[in-house]
Every structure is written in C-alpha cells, then in structure tokens.
C-alpha cells in the first residue's frame, strides 16, 4: 500500500467530473486500499479519488470511532435523499477550514462493491452528511463551493498564506 498525495483547494484538477468505473480489477482494489490508507494516516473520515487526481468514481468512508468499518462505494449515486440537516463540514482538500453547510438528513446510495456487486445503503446523520460530501468531488464539487462567494474568497486567501509559510 502507499500514501497519495492529496490535492489542496483551489487546485483546478479538484473540478474534474469523474468517469465512471468501467472495470473492478486489481488496480480499482489498489486504488482502494491506498485511498483507505491515505484517510486514515489524515487523517479523515471520507476521501474520494479526484482528490488523489484519479478521476473514476470511487469513494471511501469510515465515520466509526474505532475506525474499523471501512466502506468503499464503486459508482455510487443517490437513489434518495430526504430531509435537510446543517453541520460543520471540513475537508482533507481544504485544511484547517470548517463551516456549516446543509444536506440531506437521510439518503439512499447505490453502488458497486469490490466484488462488483451491486448493493444498495440507507445511512443518515454524519454518515449521510459524509457520502454527499464525498459524491460532490466525484462531481467536481468541494464544500466551500457551497458557501456565499465571500466566504470562498476569505478561504482561499488563507490557504494562500498557510501554503506560503509552509512551502
Ligand atoms: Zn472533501
């Protein structure tokens, strides 16, 4: 397994609409596990491969405590989305940033597993929250694109200056 580099707002290739996974193979597996790899090390509760500059839709999660229960969703999209709940997001691609953004409460997803099975999930609260949050990068979507224009600027001038005293 290997850590991935992670790319950091406002890079454009964060923007790229992923394709779709043609093929479950041993690279998809692989993908996978460095992905997973890559999360926990973060570490982080979600990260989806246009993160990591690979743009096929393959996400993983683990929003447990112990961190045990890896979910990897191949092709995932939302069969249902019910409610509304707000809650302070961050994002490994947005470091040191969190703000409050609004999401469906309760969600359907479909999917392929590793095996290219087919499966459905219902999840809701932080679960929820993290396979919207997750799908909107496969979409080209980051959490603060979701804020006021105002806010986006103030963010990126931040990291802006983190990027300048780290570099
Ligand atoms: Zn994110």
Redesign the pocket.
């Known amino acids: 397994m290997a850590l991935l580099p992670i790319l950091r707002f406002p890079d454009p290739r964060l923007k790229k609409v992923a394709q779709p996974v043609a093929k479950i193979d041993d690279g998809i597996r692989k993908l996978a596990a460095d992905m997973a790899e890559t999360m926990y090390e973060a570490p982080g509760i979600g990260l989806a491969a246009t ?1 990591v500059d690979v743009h096929q839709r393959l996400v993983v999660i683990d929003t447990s405590e112990e961190k045990n229960d890896l979910l990897v969703f191949i092709n995932p999209t939302l069969s249902r989305c019910e409610g509304q709940q707000v809650g302070e997001e961050g ?3 947005v470091p040191g940033i969190y703000d409050k953004v609004e999401r469906a409460e309760r969600v359907t997803i479909k999917y392929l597993d590793l095996d290219g099975k087919a499966q459905t999930m219902a999840a809701e609260g932080l679960l929820a929250v993290c396979i919207q ?1 997750e799908i909107d ?1 496969l979409d080209g979507i ?2 603060v694109d979701h804020l006021s224009q105002l806010k986006q600027g103030r963010i990126k001038s931040k990291l802006a200056k983190q990027a300048r005293v780290t570099a």
């Open positions: 993160q994002c490994l691609s949050h990068h980051v959490f």
